[in-house]
């Protein structure tokens, strides 16, 4: 399985990025795709999720009405619009992928670098 995440970059803040998560190796329709993001010197923490199958999304407080995520059954694609972004947003993302019955995630993209100046 790869996962190959894309589309960071540096933005302003109140500006808006799209990330991409670019899911191969196998069929996720049973699975949970996840997007999370690591700040210098703070541990790494959830932002939002997607079931592959259904649709349904999960998000993390501190992103909720900025963030929105969705995928791409065709291009085995997720995605992650970002907007109004903060200072406070900067971080590495990662994508990630588990199945739906798993407790934890057992696949990782190699993340994508998110730089929000004030």
């Known amino acids: 399985v790869q996962l190959q995440a894309s589309g960071g970059g540096l933005v302003q803040a109140g500006g808006s990025l799209r990330l991409s998560c670019v899911a191969s190796?196998?069929?996720?329709?049973?699975?949970?795709m996840g997007w999370f993001r690591q700040a210098p010197g703070k541990e790494r923490e959830f932002v939002a999720l997607?079931?592959?199958?259904?649709?349904?999304?999960n998000y993390a407080d501190s992103v909720k009405g900025r963030f929105t995520i969705s995928k791409d059954n065709a291009k085995n694609t997720v995605y992650l619009q970002m907007n109004s972004l903060k200072p406070e947003d900067t971080a590495v993302y990662y994508c990630?992928?588990?199945?739906?019955?798993?407790?934890?995630?057992?696949?990782w993209g190699q993340g994508t670098e998110v730089t929000v100046s004030s």
């Open positions: 990630a992928a588990k199945p739906l019955v798993a407790l934890q995630y057992n696949y």
């Open positions: 190796g196998r069929t996720f329709s049973n699975y949970v």
């Open positions: 997607i079931h592959w199958s259904g649709s349904s999304t």
